[in-house]
């Protein structure tokens, strides 16, 4: 005959069969809920999902190649800044790559992506910041083309308003353009050649022929003598400034003083 099974195994045949069904609709726990709180909200689409996370994974990226063109360009331009910095602060032959690297705060790998080279590195600057800069300062001779002392006037406050604005300028010049042993300017010379410098000598030429400037000073010491009644006093303004008579003394103080050498010379003004 057979035998009938007993009430408790049909107790625990229910209750394994309703553990089943329990294992096919779990309760959500506090760990799940958070999760599900924290993943796309209500009617949000799979693309928005897929944006947030791309952008969490951009926050958390390790550093490296940068995640897009403007902040690329903001990164490359801080490390130009700090080349300019070490390269007036120390020479540009003591500084390395990895020093550039360092005081940008980025890695030695970040100054690799950019520049391979000091080469490389100074090609940019001659192009990027001495290039515009060269420029600007050769404004004065072609708007006042037929006036020289406001030409050397206005080239004299160029200069004391572009070290004043880039304060590597000064100390940069005297080390490495001024300076026979001057990398800068051995590269500057190679990439830019003399075309401008020439055109300003002619000009001043032509002012002497004409009994516009005095005909006893010399064309090509112009410039070297400008240069060193602006960016020499501003290059070593560190030396003086606990000097209480000095101390005091800024770019248009500067500027006035050079213009004035410059046209007036040391001889007191005569009353008109």
Known sequence: MARIPSVDKKVSGAKASAGSTSAAKPRKSAGQTATVAAGPAKGASPKTAAVKAASEGA???????????????????RLLDAALVLFARQGIVDTTLGEIAREAGFTPAMMHYYFKTRDQLLDVLIDERFGPLRASLGVPFQEHADDPVAAITQLAERMVQ??????????????????????????????????NQKTSLATI???????????????????????????????TSKLWRRDPKRRLIGGDEIARHAVALLVQGINPKKPG
Do not use: H
Not at 169 to 193: A, N, T
Not at 208 to 230: C, D, H, I
């Open 162 to 195: 572009a070290a004043v604005e880039r304060p590597w300028f000064p100390s940069l010049w005297v080390r490495e353009v001024i300076s026979d042993s001057g990398l800068l300017r051995q590269r500057m010379q190679e990439r830019s050649g003399d075309a």
């Open 205 to 235: 030429e032509r002012w002497q022929k004409e009994g516009r400037l005095n005909p006893a000073l010399e064309p090509s010491l112009m410039f070297v003598t400008l240069l060193g009644l602006t960016l020499l006093p501003l290059a």
């Open 59 to 77: 926050s958390s990226r390790r550093p490296g190649r940068p995640p897009g063109a403007a902040r690329g360009a903001e990164q490359r331009n």
